[in-house]
């Protein structure tokens, strides 16, 4: 796991951003997992920036989302997909065709996501997966409690995270309760994980996923076990950690970066 603490979100979502176009720019076909919420939004921002200023192309690109709400249409506001399109897809050259999200009304949820994993494992697997987390150390809508070796499911939301999502509602009773998720056995197959984490309301839960144990009551943890993955935040969610001066050591002082002269 490499911890990666940047001084404010702008360069934290520049960084982010620059991670991402490096996998494109080696790899054009390449499988993006996508996440949605405030803190990725700096990261669409950039990549939207490299794409109309530097012609970062994304018209071989495949992307598959972490989740969607069941029971909102796709035009709803809150919706994952009206989301996705308002802030990225809209922007960039991405073939409508290419893009994975799961559905918010589909009839038949068990049949929905067998078949996204399908699709995921059709396209070759993700190549890199983005991710924020919770309050409540979530991944996707990975709640506390969710099995380590999860698949694309339907999921109760929990109370933690209805509360921390009523702001982008009018009401709390509007935000649904369920949820189609990626599980987090399904995101630990991606062969790169890139999870941002900003604020202080997010410091208990970054500080437990990165230094606590390995548990399903924080979904986040299981970072622990994947072998190329990659947490950016910036200096609030970064204030619980302990480990922060020895991070930020390694980030000085990377194989392969310039030494001083002898
Ligand atoms: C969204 C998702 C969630 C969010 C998390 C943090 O697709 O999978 O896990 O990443 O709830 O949300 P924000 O960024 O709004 O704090």
Known sequence: MEVIVCSAYQEMSVQAAHEVSKVLNTKPN???????????????????????????????????????????????PQSYHYFMKQNFFQHINIPPQNVHIPSGTTRNHLAFCAWYERRITECGGIDLQLLGIGSD????????????????????????????????????????IYAITMGVGTILEARKLLLLASGKSKAAA?????????????????????????????????????????????QDNKPGAPQPEP
Request: a negative charge; proline letters at 5%; zero cysteines.
């Open 137 to 176: 150390g979530h991944i996707a809508f990975n709640e506390p409690g969710s099995s380590l070796g999860s698949r694309t499911r339907i999921k109760t939301l929990a109370k933690e995270t209805i509360q921390d999502n009523a702001r982008f509602f009018e009401k709390k009773q509007d935000v649904p």
């Open 30 to 76: 390449a499988v993006l997992g996508l996440a949605t919420g405030s803190t990725p939004l700096g990261l669409y921002k950039e990549l939207v920036r490299l794409h109309k200023e530097e012609g970062l192309d994304f018209s071989q690109v495949t992307t598959f989302n972490l989740d969607e709400y069941v029971g909102l249409p796709d035009t709803h």
């Open 206 to 250: 970054v500080a437990a996923a990165i230094e606590g144990p390995v548990t399903s009551m924080i979904t986040a943890s299981a970072l622990q076990l994947h072998p190329n993955s990659m947490i950016f935040m910036d200096k609030e969610a970064a204030s619980q950690l302990k480990m922060r001066d020895y991070y930020q050591w390694i």
